[in-house]
């Protein structure tokens, strides 16, 4: 049977990378798929990886209905067996239901990569209606590493090295962008609440780890923190 499937994960935890994978493996067996994308870093209709990996897609917007895709495709002798969606956390909710229905009544597999949570740790509504309606949630298991080495559970903006907290809640930017630029970068927990990056870690020096033992210390020993 059809599925509906969500994988899902940090930024730079390979999510585009199975995309193409997982389109190159069906695609191998002779399976005819459709990828979808929007607002990928690399520019509108491509779906990009950050090893280097690049494929033209569908660009998807607020207009986009994915019943009528599918039925339109099919009407014109295409199987269309299943879709890779690729950055479906900026789908909206109705999209989502779409897919939900494509998998149901025409039983083509949808494949969904995305981000789960913004930057202010909230749920895209995309990734929020693919959590309640998929049939499997897969967690990418490629970790993504907070600069201390812990595993990488959320998604920080920052402007020149600043955490930022505040903000429309999709604005697209990468890892590493320009001076002034809005950028990306994977955080623990605990750097995430305590707007600590990478940056700020460096200029606050070795004391950002003896707070941070401090404070673990006192958690432990039941004292206010």
């Given amino acids: 049977m059809a599925e509906l499937v969500f994988f899902s994960g940090t930024m730079d935890c390979g999510k585009s990378t199975l995309a193409?994978?997982?389109?190159?493996?069906?695609?191998?067996?002779?399976?005819?798929?459709?990828?979808?994308?929007?607002?990928?870093?690399?520019?509108?209709?491509?779906?990009?990886?950050?090893?280097?990996?690049?494929?033209?897609?569908?660009?998807?917007?607020?207009?986009t209905d994915f019943w009528a895709e599918v039925v339109t495709r099919r009407t014109r002798g295409r199987p269309v067996d299943y879709l890779v969606a690729d950055e479906a956390q900026f789908y909206t909710a109705a999209?989502?239901?779409?897919?939900?229905?494509?998998?149901?009544?025409?039983?083509?597999?949808v494949f969904a990569f995305g981000i789960t949570?913004?930057?202010?740790?909230?749920?895209?509504?995309?990734?929020?209606r693919l959590v309640e309606l998929a049939d499997r949630v897969e967690v990418l298991q490629v970790r993504a590493l907070c600069w201390c080495?812990?595993?990488?559970?959320?998604?920080?903006?920052?402007?020149?090295?600043?955490?930022?907290?505040?903000?429309d809640q999709v604005v697209v930017g990468d890892v590493g962008a320009g001076v002034g630029e809005a950028a990306y970068e994977v955080l623990c927990r605990?750097?995430?609440?305590?707007?600590?990056?990478?940056?700020?870690?460096?200029?606050?020096?070795?004391?950002?780890?003896?707070l941070l033992f401090e404070d673990d210390t006192a958690a432990e020993d039941g004292a206010p923190h």
Avoid: K
């Avoid at 870093?41 to 607020?62: N, Y």
């Avoid at 812990?150 to 600043?162: F, L, Q």
């Fill in 20 to 63: 193409l994978q997982m389109h190159h493996n069906h695609a191998a067996r002779g399976r005819d798929g459709v990828l979808f994308t929007r607002q990928d870093r690399a520019g509108s209709a491509t779906i990009s990886s950050r090893l280097g990996l690049q494929r033209r897609a569908d660009e998807v917007d607020d207009s």
């Fill in 190 to 210: 605990r750097h995430h609440v305590r707007r600590m990056t990478a940056r700020v870690a460096r200029a606050t020096g070795p004391s950002a780890q003896t």
């Fill in 117 to 128: 949570t913004d930057f202010r740790a909230r749920l895209f509504p995309g990734s929020a």
């Fill in 95 to 109: 999209q989502v239901e779409q897919l939900a229905r494509v998998v149901d009544e025409l039983s083509a597999d």
């Fill in 149 to 167: 080495g812990a595993r990488a559970t959320h998604n920080a903006r920052t402007v020149d090295g600043v955490m930022v907290v505040e903000g």
